[in-house]
């Protein structure tokens, strides 16, 4: 089974699944999107260190000295590849046309001329044209 195939087994099982912070929010979703199409997660290590102990996710200057870096896409572009053109199937995407956090992106996974985001309500797709950022395997 190759990667597609298994991104999309995901979607599938996910798509009626709400966005929960710490559980199934944006970081969660892509990563293990990202391990069942590569073998590994793209943020391992950054799983859970953006909720405070009440449960509720840290504001920017937290996650600013969490992480030490003072620009999210910085951050992201130390491990993987950016891509300034038509994010291809299984890349990393960001977009500032779904609800938005922290970060001041949302993250979702390309599936094709469609992106997976989250929502309240499970997966949503938005056309590749609403993506402001993608990276792609180092």
């Known amino acids: 089974m190759g990667p597609q195939k298994r991104l999309n087994d995901y979607l599938k099982e996910v798509a009626d699944k709400p966005f929960k912070w710490g559980e199934h ?53 130390d491990r993987l590849r950016p891509i300034d053109h038509v994010p291809p199937r299984g890349a990393l995407v960001a977009t500032k046309k779904a609800q938005r956090w922290a970060i001041g992106h949302a993250l979702g996974i390309c599936n094709g001329i469609k992106c997976a985001f989250l929502s309240g309500g ?13 990276w792609i395997e180092p």
């Open 25 to 77: 929010d944006c970081l969660t979703f892509t990563n293990e999107a990202w391990r069942r199409m590569y073998g590994r997660g793209w943020a391992d290590d950054w799983l859970g260190r953006y909720m405070r102990p009440n449960g509720s996710p840290m504001r920017r200057q937290e996650l600013q000295s969490e992480y030490g870096y003072w620009d999210f896409g910085r951050a992201v572009n």
């Open 122 to 134: 499970g997966v949503v797709y938005l056309p590749v044209d609403d993506i402001d950022k993608a």
